[in-house]
Structures are given as structure tokens and as C-alpha cells.
């Protein structure tokens, strides 16, 4: 079983960045995809970023790309979102998420999720 925590939300203004952790317990295999999903009020949860463990190809929404990257420390067993330039379309509240096989980057798919932390960005 593995279990997730996300940590390094908070409030910051327009332009700022933040850096979002995810430590994970448990065995995670290289084959495994790691993934930031987000929601934002009456909005549906949505695919942010994901690395696959072991290649370490990375994917990315387009709404993020070039502002956001997502790395991992194989060795903590740990991955990170770097969030730079931030905007207040990107408050939501962020969870990092596993899918054991594979790089899905649908919600249905992912078969760990942490609690989320929430990231506000006001104007």
C-alpha cells in the first residue's frame, strides 16, 4: 500500500512561485507514472504534470507549460511541482497522485491519491 502527502501550498500574489512536495510511503515500482492533478472551486479535478519513475519523460497540461515543472528523487521516494508565475486561474487545490503501470493522465486511472493541499493566488 502506498500512502501520499502533499505539502508547500499556500496564498501568494499574482507572479509569485511555490513549490509543491509529494512524499510518498511505500514501494513505488520504476514503471510507476506520478502525477498533479488539481481542482478548483465547481471545477472538475484536472491533470497537471506527471514524470514516469524510472524514464523520467515528463508530461504537462498546456495550461501550464513552460510555467510549471515536475521532478522527482527517486532515492526519497519523493516528487515536486515547481510553480512559477503564477496566476488566480491557477488556485485550486493540488494532489499528487500514482498510477502503479503505466502514464495515464486520467483521474480514473491514478491508483494513489494524497489529501491535496490548496494553492491560492490572489490578484
Known amino acids: 500500500q502506498v500512502e501520499l502527502g502533499e505539502s508547500g501550498g499556500g496564498l501568494v500574489q499574482t507572479g509569485d512561485s511555490l513549490r509543491l512536495s509529494c512524499a510518498a510511503s511505500?514501494?513505488?515500482?520504476?514503471?510507476?507514472?506520478m502525477a498533479w492533478f488539481r481542482q478548483a472551486p465547481g471545477k472538475e479535478r484536472e491533470f497537471v504534470a506527471g514524470?514516469?519513475?524510472?524514464?523520467?519523460?515528463?508530461y504537462y497540461a498546456d495550461s501550464v507549460k513552460g510555467r510549471f515543472t515536475i521532478s522527482r528523487v527517486n532515492a526519497e521516494n519523493s516528487f515536486y511541482l515547481q510553480m512559477n508565475s503564477l496566476t488566480p486561474e491557477d488556485t485550486a487545490v493540488y494532489y499528487c497522485?500514482?498510477?502503479?503501470?503505466?502514464?495515464?493522465?486520467?483521474?480514473?486511472?491514478?491508483?494513489?491519491w494524497g489529501k491535496g493541499t490548496l494553492v491560492t493566488v490572489s490578484s
Open positions: 497522485a500514482v498510477d502503479r503501470n503505466g502514464y495515464s493522465r486520467e483521474v480514473r486511472d491514478m491508483d494513489y
Open positions: 511505500g514501494r513505488i515500482y520504476s514503471s510507476a507514472f
Open positions: 514524470i514516469r519513475k524510472g524514464v523520467g519523460n515528463t
